[in-house]
Nanobody, 121 residues
Framework: LQLVESGGGLVQPGGSLILSCVVS????????LGWFRQAPGKEREGVLC????????KYADSVKGRFTISRDNTQKTVYLQMSNLKPEDTAIYYC???????????????WGQGTQVTVSS
């Protein structure tokens, strides 16, 4: 089971960025997929989650209206589209999978290696 993120980088405040995560090894189900982030000196937090059929999503209040999650099951990829980025969005962003649903941020068992997003002028 493998999740590989890409797309991180340096972006100016107010800018946009799209992260991708390719998921492999799940042969029988479409897992719920989530994006998490961890800023320096802070705990990791759940940001967004999308269910296996792409219908149910879960958002953290801090990103509502600015971040969007989507998935393409044929490409086994989940995307995080970020807009109006703020310096406080600076963090390592992780993709993660839960075999069941988005009910709890604590139930994600499979993780990618993370990709750095830095928002700075």
């Amino acid at each position: 089971l493998q999740l590989v993120e890409s797309g991180g980088g340096l972006v100016q405040p107010g800018g946009s960025l799209i992260l991708s995560c390719v998921v492999s090894g799940f042969t029988r189900v479409h897992p719920a997929l989530g994006w998490f982030r961890q800023a320096p000196g802070k705990e990791r937090e759940g940001v967004l989650c999308i269910s296996g059929n792409g219908v149910i999503t879960k958002y953290a209040d801090s990103v509502k209206g600015r971040f969007t999650i989507s998935r393409d099951n044929t490409q086994k990829t989940v995307y995080l589209q970020m807009s109006n980025l703020k310096p406080e969005d600076t963090a390592i962003y992780y993709c993660a999978a839960d075999l069941f649903d988005c009910a709890s941020w604590r139930d994600f068992d499979y993780w990618g290696q993370g990709t750095q997003v830095t928002v700075s002028s």
